[in-house]
């Protein structure tokens, strides 16, 4: 008698294939959230952790940004 179980189809957040990955193919789950419960989270977890980052910057770097983020070059 097999003990293998059959696993139902389910949906990826994303796949990735080959590449820095070899012969593997890794899926990557995520929970189903909404856009307003995304919104939240980039502005109470991502906004603070990036501001803290700007803040350890000098002013020439802090420049430095600005302009190439002005020149399009950091896209």
Same mark, same amino acid.
């Given at each position: *008698?097999? #003990?293998?179980?059959?696993? $139902? ?7 990735y294939?080959?590449?820095? %990955? ?18 939240? @989270? %980039? @502005? $109470?977890?991502? *906004? ?7 803040? #350890? ?19």
């Amino acid at each position: *008698m097999s #003990t293998a179980k059959k696993v $139902e189809s389910q949906e990826y957040a994303a796949t990735y294939k080959g590449g820095k %990955f070899g012969k593997s193919v890794v899926h990557v789950v995520a929970p189903q959230i909404t856009k307003e419960e995304s919104l939240r @989270r %980039f @502005r $109470e977890e991502v *906004m603070p952790a990036a501001w803290a980052c700007w803040d #350890t910057l000098t002013t020439k770097e802090k420049l430095q940004v600005n302009a190439e983020c002005e020149a399009g070059l950091l896209e």
